[in-house]
Nanobody, 125 residues
């Protein structure tokens, strides 16, 4: 059974950093592109970043470029999202999701077949 579990969320002050982890079980991560999404209260789920199955290609939405870094360690079945210089508008539940192709091909939730349960990130002073 495909399963993803996120961790690493928490409360941080503006300008602070967090590193989210997404650990896969029940499948070989090597063949899946992984996306990070977030959903703030009252807003739709939005894509944040994506990494190809090999890790050779990454993508970021404009609002996080230069602040977030996505990476993966297929041997550990883990994908990371390093978030620096966090802003209050980054507050949301963050989800990782797996797509059974080499690339994400955008941030369409329906393209991703497996989702984690989410981890809360709160940026506040």
């Amino acid at each position: 059974q495909l399963q993803l579990v996120e961790s690493g969320g928490g409360l941080v002050q503006p300008g602070g950093s967090l590193r989210l982890s997404c650990i896969a079980s029940g499948f070989t991560l090597d063949y899946f592109a992984i996306g990070w999404f977030r959903q703030a209260p009252g807003k739709e789920r939005e894509g944040v970043s994506c990494i190809s199955s090999s890790g050779g290609s990454t993508d970021y939405v404009d609002s996080v470029k230069g602040r977030f870094t996505i990476s993966r360690d297929n041997a550990k079945k883990t994908v990371y999202l390093q978030m620096n210089n966090l802003k209050p508008e980054d507050t949301a539940v963050y989800y990782c999701a797996a797509r059974g192709f080499e690339h994400c091909a955008g941030y369409v939730p329906a393209y991703f077949g497996a989702w984690g349960q989410g981890t809360q990130v709160t940026v506040s002073s």
